[in-house]
């Protein structure tokens, strides 16, 4: 799918796009497997361990997870793209559906950027009283989550649900306009957030969308993902892509190439190059990922 004219003036002037059904049912399919499999394999090591007392093997994926959370905390982390680096997801970032898309944004020359998730935000009823900033995300920008020396650099961001996102189900809204701003000052209470007294006083959208849409943002469009009030597990995955050679805003974990039209034998296709290439950057620690 290649974005029309007008989708293109849409993101340059409001900051963000929303796009409907980039990804079938069938293209998402491998991602939601892999992930039911790490679901899986991560109760049984729990049950075994006495931690749980059942398995839920019944629930569906929009259920199961919230079911074993509630019956056991340790559940919950570990579940993050660069976590378990499944071969399924490494396909995913390199997906061509998504990459025709940014390429209409980004030119020929893309890389996929380290800054990338898969989030599990659950119904808050499952959650009352215990903040999670990773699921329930304030107001920011997201180029406060990269080092200052990336300015230069347009990075986009690609956020799909992998359910129906809904007021209900918890999406994001999203500030129009607002990028134009450039950065705002940032704090880390409460999360990564915009400082409260910067907040730009603008109505925000609300960034419903369909399973297998994609929502694309500037790097300095303001939003934030509200909170779960349906009883199914918000699954998503945002990614974010620069073009080769620009600063990541993260040189300290990997970027590769997705896609060149000048070098094509650049493009990373190697699952196990990537899960080195991780694991390496993991084996650092201490390195400062916000900016504030
Ligand atoms: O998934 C959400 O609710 C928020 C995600 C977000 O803020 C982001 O991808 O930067």
Not at 33 to 51: P, T
Not at 151 to 177: H, K, N, Q, Y
Not at 233 to 251: E, M, V
Not at 255 to 277: G, I, K, N, Q
Request: glycine share 6%; hydrophobic share 35%; charged share 30%.
């Amino acid at each position: 799918m290649r974005l029309t004219v007008e989708q293109i003036i849409t993101y340059q002037t409001e900051g963000y796009l929303i796009v409907p059904d980039v990804l079938s049912r069938e293209a998402l399919r491998p991602v939601i497997e892999e992930l039911e499999r790490e679901i899986d394999a991560r109760a049984r090591r729990l049950y075994a361990e006495g931690k749980l007392s059942e398995l839920h093997e019944d629930e569906p994926f929009e259920r199961r997870y919230a079911r074993l959370y509630d019956q056991c905390r340790e559940f919950a982390g570990g579940l993050d793209i660069a976590d378990y680096l499944g071969e399924a997801m490494f396909r995913h970032l390199g997906n061509e559906q998504l990459l025709d898309v940014a390429e209409c944004l980004l030119g020929s020359e893309l890389s996929c950027n380290p800054i990338q998730h898969v989030r599990a935000k659950l119904p808050s009823r499952s959650t009352s009283g215990e903040p999670d900033y990773f699921q329930n995300v304030p107001w920011h920008q997201d180029c406060a989550v990269t080092t200052q020396d990336s300015e230069a650099s347009e990075i986009i961001t690609f956020w799909m649900p992998l359910v129906d996102a809904t007021e209900e189900t918890g999406c994001m809204e999203i500030m129009p306009r607002v990028f134009k701003q450039g950065y705002i000052n940032h704090r880390a209470e409460g999360g990564t957030t915009i400082d409260p007294v910067k907040l730009p006083d603008v109505e925000p959208i609300l960034a419903a969308c369909t399973k297998g849409s994609l929502v694309i943002m500037n790097k300095y469009t303001p939003h934030r993902g509200i909170s779960n009030r349906s009883d199914i597990i918000r699954w998503s995955i945002d990614l974010r892509y620069h073009k080769t050679g620009a600063n990541s805003g993260r040189s300290f974990q990997p970027s590769f190439p997705v896609r060149s039209a000048s070098r094509p034998e650049s493009v990373l296709t190697d699952w196990a190059e990537w899960r080195r290439m991780w694991q390496a950057a993991k084996e650092v620690k201490g390195r400062k990922l916000h900016r504030v």
